[in-house]
């Protein structure tokens, strides 16, 4: 009777495996719930397939895509394939959703609550983020319901593999998409680790970001980022000339945003808030300090290495109209007023819908943002936020309310976009380390009874746990 049952089971997972993904049916025929290799249990899942796997020690790290509706509310109307990454550690350990926001790394790295509960964590690229995107692209389809039905989906497919606890995490953007993740499907995670995640409740009034700007960091540091930034607009006519050279030289053109003249300013608006996204206090002495004395090529060093002149360009923007898409339809963009350039500035901050091809139609969606920060505010339950004391992006950021259930918003001193729990102070960075591990279902004997002794439970590895702002972002979070 034994040998028959598991014969049926595995014919039922030989039907069910041909009829998803072909890439994937030849090696998980036999891949029951008994099943000891991990990828042939992964694979067995319909409407998945491996890209390639890659060795590490102590783990196994596949990249992978899994066929997602376009439409979640309506799934016969097409599918795509969306790239995710799995660091395997043991189905007996705790599981880290990872969600960057953007495009999937698929190099073998570990996030920091991953670290601290010793879990697996699986890392998933935001839909439109190429290559998951459908094609053609239905961009009216691009939301953050549809993204996080993404997340949901994926989570009730593994966790019949994945048992333990689950986690959500994610940086900037990724923070974001966690906490709206939880705003949409609050049954999933046992708990949410977002770190600098801006929360632009209304969209026109920015004035929160104009207040941290006039008082972060030091007045001697301010005065040289705006003097390097109204050098470069004074001197717009031969820097520009340098900018002509510069497209020319590596193939850049302008049409997305209109012209070299608008794609130059847009960089220039963005240096001081990128300096403080990326840099520290510390990092003031590599500004120029008599800006109106400095050469030209000390002027576009200082912001080529900051803003980067190549973001703007149709070339630098085509891999991030998904997040500009978003920006000008609910996400909200910061417009900021940077009076100490005068009448140097020619368009101002530049909308989202200048960063996004003409042929994509958008449409903002008032009240989106409004709802989640309502929602965290008087339902967030095992929420952790972290941002930094310096990054410009936490000047509007999420509050859990007067009462919140065991939710929590710490600010790591002296830290930019790149703040994390080890920034923390130290009560802090205990306090939260200790709600991590409980929240996984592994928080040792010893934290339970003392918080201040909770530390992560795997060693530090430099290659996995090795952290860098990209320095290429522009103004976005």
């Known amino acids: 009777m034994r040998k028959a049952l598991r014969w049926l089971l595995a014919f039922v997972v030989l039907i069910g495996t041909l009829s998803a993904a072909g890439a994937s049916a030849g090696a998980a025929t036999a891949a029951g719930p008994d099943t000891p290799d991990i990828k042939a249990r992964i694979l067995a899942i319909p409407g998945m397939s491996l890209i390639e796997e890659k060795p590490y020690p102590g783990y196994r790290f596949f990249v992978l895509q899994y066929a997602q509706p376009v439409d979640h509310r309506h799934p016969s109307k097409g599918t795509f394939n969306q790239r995710f ?117 209304v969209n026109d009034e920015d004035s929160a970001y104009d207040r941290f700007l006039s008082t972060v960091g030091t007045k001697e540091c301010r005065d040289r980022l705006e003097g390097v930034q109204r050098e470069a607009l004074v001197r717009r006519a031969p820097l520009e000339k ?126 989106v943002m409004a709802d989640v920060d309502n929602w965290v505010k008087h339902h967030a339950h095992h929420m952790l936020y972290v941002y930094g004391q310096n990054d410009p992006w936490g000047a509007e950021r999420f509050s859990v309310g007067k009462h919140p259930d065991d939710s929590y918003v710490f600010t790591a001193p002296g830290m930019n976009h790149g703040a994390n729990v080890d920034g923390l102070a130290p009560a802090e960075k205990a306090k939260a380390t200790a709600r991590i591990l409980a929240w996984a279902g592994v928080a040792p004997a010893a934290v339970r009874a003392d918080p201040q002794r909770a530390k992560p439970l795997a060693a530090y590895d430099a290659t996995l746990d090795r952290k860098g702002l990209e320095r290429d972002r522009s103004l976005r979070p």
């Open 242 to 367: 340098k900018y002509a050279q510069y497209a020319k030289d590596n193939g850049y053109t302008f049409t997305t945003v209109g012209s070299l003249d608008k794609a130059y300013e847009a960089v220039v608006l963005d240096y001081i808030w990128g300096f403080w996204q990326y840099s520290l206090l510390s990092d003031c002495d590599t500004v120029p300090a008599d800006a109106p004395h400095a050469t030209d090529q000390e002027i576009w060093d200082s912001v080529d290495t900051i803003s980067g002149f190549s973001f703007y360009t149709d070339q630098g923007l085509e891999a991030y109209t998904p997040y500009y898409y978003q920006a000008g339809t609910q996400l909200g963009s910061p417009d900021i007023q940077q009076p100490w350039l005068g009448n140097l500035s020619r368009y101002g901050y530049q909308p989202p819908r200048h960063f996004v091809p003409r042929s994509i139609p958008m449409r903002f969606q008032p009240g």
């Open 85 to 201: 990454t799995l660091l395997h550690k043991d189905t007996s350990r705790p599981t880290v959703l990872y969600t960057g926001g953007y495009n999937v790394s698929t190099t073998p790295s570990r996030s920091e609550p991953t670290r601290i509960v010793d879990g697996n964590q699986v890392s998933l690229e935001y839909r439109y983020f190429t290559p998951s995107r459908p094609e053609p692209a239905d961009w009216s389809k691009l939301d953050i319901w549809q993204a996080a039905s993404d997340q949901h989906r994926l989570f009730t497919a593994l966790k019949k593999i994945y048992t333990r606890n689950w986690l959500t995490t994610g940086g900037s953007k990724g923070g974001m998409t966690a906490t709206y993740y939880e705003r949409y499907y609050p049954k999933d995670m046992d708990g949410v680790v977002a770190y600098v995640a801006p929360d632009d409740v």
